[in-house]
C-alpha cells in the first residue's frame, strides 16, 4: 500500500482534477485557495508523484481534434500464452495502456496512433505478430466524461 | 481550431507534465521560443475549443486505493441505446459511458460503463442495485473487473 496522504494531499487531488489555473503564478494562485504556501504545494505535488498517486501534472488531450487516431481493442488470449502475448502488444509504442479483464475477452488495451488511419495498420501489426485476432471497438458515441476520483 | 506546428511543439513539450517550478508556463517558452503570454493564451484556447480536455492532475487510481475498476457492458436494443445512455452516464458512480461497435457473433455488447470502487464487493452490490432501480433486468449485461495493470501511460504525440 502507498503511503497515506492527509487533507491537505486529499484537498489538492479532489480539487485539481478538474482543471488547473492558468496564469502566470499557477501554483501561487492554487496555493492560495487551498490556504498553504506555493512552495509547500509544490513539494506535495512532487512527493505524490515520486510515490506514484499521481501519474502526471498536466493535460489530457483530445485525441481526434489532435487529428490523431484512438482506439478501445480486445483480445481472447488463452492464459499460457498471456505473458507472451502481453509483452507482443505493448512493445507497440502505440499502445497506451493494457489491462486484463476476467473475461473469455481478456486482454483491452487502448491504442493511440498519429493519424486516425494508423490505427488499423498497427491492429493489423499487432494480428500478424501474435497470431490471435484484435477486436477494434472504436467509441462511437460519448454519454459522459468527467472521470475524477474522490480520495 | 486549427493548429500550426508551434502548437505542436508545445503539445509535445507539456504531454508529460507542466514543470513543478514558479513560473511553469515561462519555463515551456524558453523551450520553444514562446513567451509566457504566448504559452499562456495558446494553452487557453486549446482549452476553450477542446484540444485539451481538461489540464490538471491524472491520478494513479489504484495507487489511491481504487483498486475495484468494472468495466460495465450492456447489450442495449439499438432504438433504446440514447435513452439509456444519457440515464447511465448521468450517474454519479459511473465515470465513462460510451456506446462501441458489436462484433457479433462473439461481442454482442453495444454500451460500455466504467465503475471506479474500492471493493468488488462494493461494486457489484452498486450494479445490482442499479439493475433493479433503473429497471435494466431485461437488457443483458457483463461485469469485467480489472486484472493485472500492464501499462499505464497517457497516449503520446510527437
Known sequence: MTPALDDIDRAILNRYQGGFPICERPYQAAAEQLGITEQELIQRLERMLAQKQLSRFGPMYHAERLGGGLSLCAMRIPEDRYEQVTEQVNSFPEVAHNYARDHAFNMWFVLATETPERIDAVLKEIEQRTGFRVYNMPKLQEFFIGLKFEV | ?158
Not at chain 2, 60 to 68: D, F, I, M, P, S
Not at chain 2, 83 to 107: H, K
Open chain 2, 1 to 158: 481550431m486549427v493548429l500550426n506546428e508551434q502548437d505542436y511543439q508545445l503539445i509535445a513539450e507539456i504531454q508529460g507534465g507542466l514543470p513543478l517550478t514558479s513560473h511553469p508556463y515561462a519555463a515551456i517558452g524558453e523551450r520553444i521560443g514562446l513567451d509566457e503570454q504566448a504559452v499562456i493564451d495558446r494553452i487557453d484556447t486549446m482549452l476553450t475549443s477542446g484540444v485539451i480536455k481538461r489540464l490538471g492532475i491524472v491520478v494513479r487510481h489504484r495507487e489511491l486505493g481504487y483498486t475495484a475498476n468494472a468495466m460495465v457492458v450492456w447489450d442495449v436494443p439499438d432504438e433504446r441505446l440514447d435513452e439509456l445512455g444519457e440515464r447511465l452516464g448521468a450517474l454519479e458512480c459511473i465515470t465513462l459511458c460510451y456506446q462501441r461497435p458489436r462484433r457479433l457473433p462473439d461481442w454482442p455488447y453495444n454500451l460500455f460503463c466504467m465503475i471506479h470502487g474500492q471493493e468488488r464487493s462494493k461494486v457489484l452490490a452498486y450494479i445490482d442495485r442499479l439493475v433493479e432501480s433503473q429497471g435494466l433486468s431485461d437488457i443483458p449485461h457483463k461485469v469485467l473487473f480489472s486484472g493485472r495493470r500492464f501499462k499505464q501511460r497517457g497516449a503520446r504525440y510527437q
